[in-house]
């Protein structure tokens, strides 16, 4: 059984990684269709747009070094929690940045997906520490 878990959460973490790297890389083909979600107070937009790029990048090739997965699997936690009050306040948005509100109701609870994830392969990657 745990032979089967181990494909799994290995499967989970590889598709997992290239869903961070792509979406990191995403960060740098389009920074415009990020520019929204980048909160007006912060200064340099398309700089905060690139760095959480590069950020995700890393995070998702550092989660496929076994020696990284456990740091990598908790950045991206973290991250995720770091962009919580974004998707938040996208729900209650007149002009949401994700779209539609339909997107902004729908992206909310697949923020939490992420994290719950990101934490499980965290969890998994200490598990076989031992």
């Known amino acids: 059984m745990k032979n089967t878990s181990n494909k799994i959460w290995t499967g989970v973490k590889i598709l997992f990684a290239i869903f961070m790297i792509m979406g990191g890389v995403q960060h740098f083909l389009k920074p415009d269709f990020y520019l929204p979600f980048v909160p007006d107070f912060l200064p340099l937009k398309i700089e905060v747009i690139y760095l959480s790029g590069l950020i995700e990048i890393?995070?998702?090739?550092?989660?496929?070094?076994?020696?990284?997965?456990?740091?990598?699997?908790?950045?991206?936690f973290l991250l995720m929690i770091l962009f919580l009050p974004i998707h938040i306040?996208?729900?209650?948005?007149?002009?949401?940045?994700?779209?539609?509100?339909?997107?902004a109701l729908i992206r909310l609870p697949v923020q939490f997906l992420f994290m719950a994830i990101a934490w499980k392969i965290k969890q998994f990657a200490e598990s076989n520490l031992k």
Do not use: E
Request: hydrophobic share 55%.
């Open 89 to 103: 306040w996208d729900v209650f948005s007149n002009t949401p940045a994700i779209g539609t509100h339909k997107a």
């Open 58 to 76: 890393a995070l998702g090739i550092f989660l496929l070094v076994k020696k990284y997965t456990r740091m990598a699997a908790l950045g991206i």
